[in-house]
């Protein structure tokens, strides 16, 4: 079973290539997407990784959170469901 994860905070530079790069080091990487503006086109700082194996995101998660990354202190937590109306 895949968990996905909730990265925020993120420098808005971040590229979906580099945020599957820096989750790869801690296990395989089933996607993993920045979120973008529509009407600017603009990084919105947040994005969300798909990891195959839970062991391997929770070690993600925990070594993650709160890491500095391109000068931003990383916010990561498995992600939640938004309900839908």
Known sequence: MSKKIYVGNMNYNT?????????????????????????????KGFGFVEMENDNEANAAITALNGKEILGRNLRVNEAMEKPRN
């Open 15 to 43: 590229d979906d290539t580099s945020l599957k790069n820096l989750f790869s080091e801690y296990g395989e990487v089933l996607s993993a997407r920045v979120i973008f503006d529509r009407m600017t086109g603009k990084s």
